[in-house]
């Protein structure tokens, strides 16, 4: 620390020297102060509470009968009683140094909820199907891509590209697919969302006597088929996906050689890097 000597007679010669060396002269004049006190230290609070106090408020708090009372309860309890260990702040304060503000009420704990999960164990045990739109030549029109997709494999079972959205369409791709592959009564399990045509009586009734189980995803709950949405996803991000398709024709070509991509060559992250065909037919 720079040391002013004081050789100087006058104010004026004070405040000559600090402005030529660059001090302020409070910083002169502190300088020349004797201290008058040692280092710092805490200096308790005379209305501070002792440790044997605190105690006696935390003890107060873990009897039986004060265990899910609020502290204004306990608080005031205490007065009828006649006793005063501390204000309600105090207390608030004693129970925050420790750790103890919580919910002390003892009320009712709901279990965690657990969503619905459908698991699938082999090839045509759980299948998973969705209507997506493909855009038309024409503004506000579209062709509309029926995809059936095996949960287990993630392989593309069956798919359509029709002119329309209709629920007799949906009743055919699902029993042609079901024919094709072979599936017994009381084998399969169908999931889709809550579209009008997955919930039509066609679809329904259709289920019922191929001896399919149907599930649909639950009301307002965007996040039930993941499966054909993610298989979506993959369709449209693809690079050579077109804006537009010129005909329902074009739609269906591009389809053959995305979906034989998609079941052939496509390693899934889903089946560990695999190929759909390869984990459907047993050769993973």
């Known amino acids: 620390m720079m040391k002013i000597v004081d050789d100087t007679s006058s104010e004026d010669g004070i405040d000559a020297t600090c402005d030529a060396l660059g001090v302020c002269r409070a910083t002169y004049y502190r300088s020349r102060r004797p201290r008058a006190y040692g280092p710092r230290f805490h200096v308790r609070c005379p209305r501070s509470l002792l440790a044997e106090q605190r105690q006696a408020i935390l003890d107060v708090f873990h009897e039986d009968r004060f265990s899910d009372l609020a502290v204004a309860q306990v608080y005031a309890i205490l007065l009828d009683e006649g006793r005063y260990l501390g204000s309600e702040r105090t207390m608030y304060r004693v129970l925050a140094a420790n750790l103890e503000v919580r919910e002390r009420r003892a009320q009712l704990m709901h279990p965690r909820y657990a969503a619905p999960e459908l698991l699938a164990t082999k090839p045509n045990q759980l299948w998973s199907w969705d209507i997506t739109k493909l855009k ?45 592959h072979g599936v ?17 009586k066609l679809v329904a009734q259709l289920l019922a006597d191929l001896g399919v189980t149907k599930t649909h995803s ?9 499966f054909s949405e993610a298989a979506f996803k993959t369709l449209k991000y ?12 074009d739609a269906r070509a591009y389809c053959v050689d995305f979906f034989a991509w998609y079941n052939g060559e496509h390693r899934h992250s889903g089946i560990g890097l695999n190929t759909p065909n390869d984990v459907h037919y047993g050769q993973a």
Not at 190 to 197: E, L, N, P, Q, T
Not at 240 to 247: A, D, L, Q, V
Request: glycine share 4%; charged share 25%; hydrophobic share 35%.
């Open 238 to 249: 693809r690079p050579n996906f077109p804006e537009r398709f010129g005909s329902i024709e």
């Open 136 to 180: 038309a030549p024409a503004t506000w029109s579209y062709f509309y891509l029926y995809v059936i997709i095996d949960v287990f494999s993630r392989c593309v079972v069956g798919w359509m590209v029709a002119p329309k959205e209709c629920s007799k369409l949906a009743e055919k791709l699902i029993a042609d697919t079901c024919e094709r």
């Open 218 to 226: 639950r009301p307002h709950v965007s996040n039930d088929n993941p």
């Open 184 to 200: 017994e009564r009381g084998q399969l399990t169908i999931h889709a969302d809550r579209g009008s045509s997955m919930r039509s």
